[in-house]
């Protein structure tokens, strides 16, 4: 099992920047492949960036594509979203989660190939 803890989430003005924060416990983070979703009231969730496990592959929702970065510090158990340029349309709750893969090079695109989620942090960007 592993635990997901998010942070970082907040209330920003449009244009603004913020960088999110997941650390994990529990089982060894290096073999997981990490994902950012978000879920904005009224709508599904929707992925937004996921990270294969050697952290040389990456995914970016076309939304988000130029102005989020997905990253992992394998040292650290964490996985990170640095997100520039927010705007209002990116107000949502991001949700990280994880899939335990043998495969180093993988990025996973759809929701249920994630086994592990977090609780969520609020992101508000105000126009």
């Known amino acids: 099992q592993v635990q997901l803890v998010e942070s970082g989430g907040g209330l920003v003005q449009d244009g603004g920047s913020l960088r999110l924060a997941c650390a994990t416990s529990g089982r060894t983070f290096s073999y997981f492949a990490m994902g950012w979703f978000r879920q904005a009231p009224g709508k599904e969730r929707e992925l937004v960036a996921s990270i294969s496990r050697s952290g040389g592959n990456t995914y970016y929702a076309e939304s988000v594509k130029g102005r989020f970065t997905i990253s992992r510090d394998d040292a650290k158990n964490t996985v990170y979203l640095q997100q520039n340029s927010l705007k209002p349309e990116d107000t949502a709750v991001y949700y990280c989660?994880?899939?335990?893969?043998?495969?180093?090079?993988?990025?996973?695109?759809?929701?249920?190939?994630?086994?592990?989620w977090g609780q969520g942090t609020q992101v508000t960007v105000s126009s």
């Open positions: 989660a994880a899939v335990f893969t043998t495969i180093r090079s993988d990025y996973y695109t759809k929701k249920s190939d994630y086994q592990h």
